[in-house]
């Protein structure tokens, strides 16, 4: 079974990524980032992880 | 200013005020240059994540959290109707403009359709889930289909 999220976790997904996109400064979360925001709500595992080789 | 970062603005913007996507003309001359650069500047973008352009290299398919074709997923904000490229994404549209909206989508599994109010501090209660089918290390391999 995939992952679910709930709405409350993608709006926090959703603000994280692009509530600055429209400035000169934006920029995508690195690989990093990105752990350390799933994390943060709970999204954990190789599923959630950017650079997971796990999936083929 | 970096110029691909004044093409990235560019599109950006125009994604913002109109709902759609831009031409290339529009963003060249949005950004005071001229098409060929603009689309040199896509290739780079699209390298690094920040535009999709479709097999014709010049046409915006996603400039995410914005798509430049129709999809299911609607975000009324401000008079102005966006699209947005999944979900996660039609969020992403509120969260970007900074302005409260309504998201219109329908279920995955049942085809319900489903109607979201969106303000500045988030959406109203809803027990609705987001089924993330892609692993994260896979959503890039085919972004369009993630």
């Known amino acids: ?56 | 200013m970096e110029f691909d970062v004044q093409v990235k603005l560019a599109v950006y913007g125009h994604f913002a005020e109109t709902g759609r996507r831009p031409s290339p003309d529009e963003v060249a001359e949005r950004a005071g240059s001229e098409v060929g650069r603009v689309l040199d500047a896509y290739r780079r973008l699209r390298a690094q994540r920040v535009l999709v352009v479709e097999a014709d290299g010049s046409s915006i398919r996603m400039a995410p959290p914005f798509s430049g074709v129709p999809t299911q997923h609607v975000v009324e904000s401000g008079g102005t109707r966006y699209f947005g490229n999944c979900a996660w994404d039609a969020l992403g549209v509120v969260a970007a403009l900074h302005a409260p909206g309504t998201v219109h989508s329908c279920c995955g599994q049942s085809g319900e359709p489903l109607h979201l109010d969106v303000d500045l501090q988030g959406p109203a209660p809803s027990d609705w889930l987001f089924h993330c089918l892609v692993p994260a290390a896979k959503w890039w391999d085919d972004i369009v289909f993630t």
């Open chain 1, 1 to 56: 079974m995939r992952p679910l999220v709930r709405i409350d976790q993608l709006w926090t997904l959703a603000t994280t990524w692009y509530s600055t996109r429209l400035e000169e400064t934006s920029r995508r979360p690195q690989p990093t980032e990105m752990r350390e925001i799933f994390a943060a709500l709970g999204l954990e595992g190789d599923f959630w992880d950017p650079q997971s080789d796990r999936f083929g």
